[in-house]
């Protein structure tokens, strides 16, 4: 006899007892469900057909857009009306353009455009729901062969009559734009137009323009494999440049770029028919012969200050524009912007001076330097001397080309404001064994040791740091947690990919110098992140500001934090392991050097300016810096030269800057004496210096197989010691 079902409980829905009960419960319980769904679908109708609405009174622009203008970019001393006369740069085409008519264009580039653009240009009204749909389901599918959702129409109307900002409204009125000019001109000449105003790469515009660049042809003399290479290149011509200088370094990714784009191309012509298998594999086993090798690597006219350097900044400029989908190539280099920079020459100058005053034989390894000021501009950047011959931008890591570096010790102040955000207090020690094995489980273990394998004794943060222990730091991030301190580095400006280990407290991860200098100015911000940015607004001809900078300022650490990280950091220029960089003004920063003396660091900083550098050897083989002027480079020799000298010459009106008082609001008290015992910690009762700390000479001393312990004084001599870790 089976039990009876129990009741439900009072004030509840009895659940349903056979499967027709359980339809009708669902469908009641998902009636309100649906409701809203119907509602939201109704509200986003309504709104799109109000901005349609609006959109469709815009009138179509007569005639045909203008000529293309110069864009012309500034330092950052230019307030305005940027000028050819006080351009750093102009950015243009370069070739002269040629327009040819419709009946000019072989039929083989005609349908390599059409497969690769607009398959049904012929048969639409301006607008291809069937693409959108397309190019929607295949990136979701993450296919090889791709197509674009907007039609030729629309992507001419974008570039003649609108901007590429990627909102909703523009996108409307690109599409009511593209069915009116559907309307009123036939096809032949929206293509025709289309054909002869976009930017090919190589400073072409136009169609017959790119033939002769790439190929020495006229357009009439185009072939199949000419065809698919240009049609490819549409989307973003100079990252695929298929015949650079071979010894450039992006020669390869450039190479493979192209090809891919060439395959995709023409197998979406064989898919459609338009072509055969044989035809395609004849093209693709031809290799790259017929593209003409390129002449100028850039379009940026004559360069002020490109002896020191500045061309890798107007690069770094243009690509961080187009990047962040501000401005387009044909924008920058055909739009008549005006593009207002915050480089500094002087500073430039300065930093150029610094480098190759420090590095000056024809072995040395090389340098890079990135500054910031208060606003996050870039004031300086030394990404090379030779961009003619080597485009990779050496403060810029990946974004320019080459590859990121480990910043050693260095990383070890990232790991300090994440302890002290999570309230660790700088009083905490830890032995500081010469070497020591940490169990990280699962049958792993890292072995660390100090620079030298000297052994330090107990130390607490402070001294932790001024001495840059690496077993003192190893315990550290295993109390805090790498997870926590990846974290804390991406919100400070790290852009690289940083691993989720101990070991990045000591350097583990390639990042950038310019990184690595932003986050430090969080720092000397009071815990607040801005920037970085290399341009400060952009106006079309006339003066219309078409972008500014937004200077927004990102809360990253508590101030007390940063007020924390400031004391302790001025410590290791004062008496630690950056007195090479000593100044005769309230400075601070961190010393780092990776394993084997691979890479060498030091980022510092006053309250106004942070800059930070980079000593080592470029390019894919290894070197090792065990004897450069007859010393190991470590982050307190040459990098903090290169510092020192290039803030004597920037920071000179920054006399009366100060750091605050760490757990103190009064900005007149001194809030970091030098230390003259390895326990003192901040306080409020810190006395200001009577005396200034004598400025270290150039001259770093020989290697010596000991190691000096940390000095009791900050007058004990004027030459900086050898520091006891880098």
Known sequence: MSSPRPSPPSGRKQAASSPGQARRFWRKSGLWLRRLVFSVALLGIATSAGLVYVAWQIPLPSGEPPLLQTSYMCAGDVEANCTF?????????????????????????????????????????????????????????????????????QQYVKNAYLTSERTWERKIREAVLAIKLEREL?????????????YWGRGAYGIESAARTYFGVDVEDLNLAQSAYLAGIIRAPESADANRQPDDLLFDDQRQEATIRRSTVLAAMVSLGWITPQQRDEVEEGGWDYVLPRETQTNYGKVVGADIGTEYFVDYTRRWLVDRGIFTDDQIYGGGLRIYTTLNLEHQQAAADAVRSTLDRPDDPQASLVSLDEAGGITAMIGGFDFAGDQVNLATGTFGGGSGRQPGSSFKALTLATALQEGVPLSRTYDSPGRMKIDLGGGAVWDVGNYADSGMGRLNLVDATRNSSNT?????????????????????GVTAEIPVVPAITLGAADVSVL?????????????????????RKVTDANGTVLWEAPLNRERVLDPDVADTMNWVLRQVVENGTGTGARIDQVAAGKTGTAENFRDAWFIGYTCRMTAGVW???????TRYMNSVHGIEVVGGSFPAQIWRKFMLQVAEDDSS??????????????????????????????????TTAPRPTTTVPAP??????PPTSTTSSSVPPRPASP
Request: aromatic share 6%; hydrophobic share 35%.
């Open 657 to 690: 800057c100060d750091f605050r008082r760490p757990g103190s609001s009064n900005n007149t008290d001194d809030p970091s004496a030098p230390t003259t015992s390895s326990t003192q910690l901040p306080s409020t009762t810190v006395p200001r210096p009577t």
């Open 472 to 492: 003192a730091y190893a315990q550290l991030i295993m109390d805090v947690g790498a997870g926590d301190v990846a974290a804390m580095a991406t919100r400070m």
């Open 615 to 621: 000593v080592g050897y470029a390019g894919s083989e």
């Open 704 to 709: 010596t197989t000991t190691v000096a312990p």
């Open 186 to 198: 036939p096809k032949q000449e929206i293509l025709e137009r289309y054909l002869n105003t976009i």
């Open 85 to 153: 006369g006080n351009s750093m740069a102009q950015l243009s085409g370069g070739v002269d353009r040629v327009s040819v008519a419709y009946e000019q264009v072989p039929a083989v580039f005609i349908l390599a455009l059409l497969a690769t653009e607009d398959r049904q240009f012929f048969e639409h009204s301006g607008v291809d729901p069937v693409a959108v749909a397309r190019a929607l389901v295949s990136d979701l599918r993450d296919d090889d062969l791709r197509q674009g959702g907007s039609t030729i129409t």
């Open 515 to 535: 990184d690595m200098t932003t986050a430090f100015s969080v720092f000397s911000q009071r815990g607040e992140k801005v920037g970085p940015w290399p341009v």
